[in-house]
């Protein structure tokens, strides 16, 4: 008989950039990779979670990564009225196991990017330059994008032209467009000369 009894789950919030966007933290591994829902017809059709937090009507977006839930809410509702309600149902749902991002869904995602990234083959000069803005992206932004909630994809390169998509808490978010001037397109114009500039698309 296994007697082993698992510590009870913990959460917390953590405040992101956004002010629409609030990060919920739990001690538990909730889905090793990065995913993020928009509407309701992508969660239905990939993630259990996602799909009954969007039953609520006041979110507008969920993003699921490691550890945490970033939810985007609704303008017009106040977090210090919804906050206790969202904790409670994760809390709940992450304790009882239930499945929160469906079996596949990884693989059907890199099958997407990789369309996304056949589109836009990259030789000589092109394909150099594209993969050390990954290596940046990836080293250096991207962690400092997760721990406010969020997540930056490459999306392609031309013509000087850096084109990312910001996902989660980063997504809409007031102070991502600066993040992304100051911050993410400085160090690339230091460390990359052929980029120009720095282009956010909506994921």
């Known amino acids: 008989m296994d007697t082993a ?9 953590e405040q992101t950039p956004n002010p629409e966007s609030l990060k919920f933290v739990t001690n ?5 990779g990065t995913a993020d829902f928009k509407d309701i017809e992508f969660a239905k059709e990939w993630s259990p979670l996602a799909t009954e ?13 490691n550890n945490f839930v970033t939810i985007n809410k609704e303008f017009n509702y106040e977090w210090s009225d919804i906050m206790m309600k969202l904790k409670e149902f994760i809390k709940g749902y992450v304790a009882e196991e239930k499945p929160p991002i469906k079996e596949g869904f990884a693989v059907a995602m890199a099958e997407i990017e990789a369309e996304r990234g056949v589109s836009y083959q990259y030789s000589g000069d ?7 803005i990954k290596d940046l992206i990836d080293t250096y932004v991207r962690p400092g994008v997760e721990m406010d909630g969020g997540n930056i994809e490459f999306k392609k390169y031309e013509e000087g032209k850096v084109f990312v998509i910001m996902q989660g808490a980063c997504s809409g978010c007031p102070s991502s467009s600066v993040t992304l001037k100051a911050g993410i397109e400085g160090m690339l114009k230091r460390m990359i000369p052929e980029v ?3 282009v956010q698309e909506m994921g």
């Open 5 to 13: 009894v698992k510590s009870p789950v913990l959460i917390y919030t």
């Open 28 to 32: 538990r591994m909730i889905y090793q």
């Open 53 to 65: 937090l969007f039953n609520f009507p006041y979110v507008k977006g969920v993003y699921i990564c």
């Open 126 to 132: 092109d394909a150099e330059i594209v993969k050390k």
């Open 196 to 198: 120009t500039e720095v």
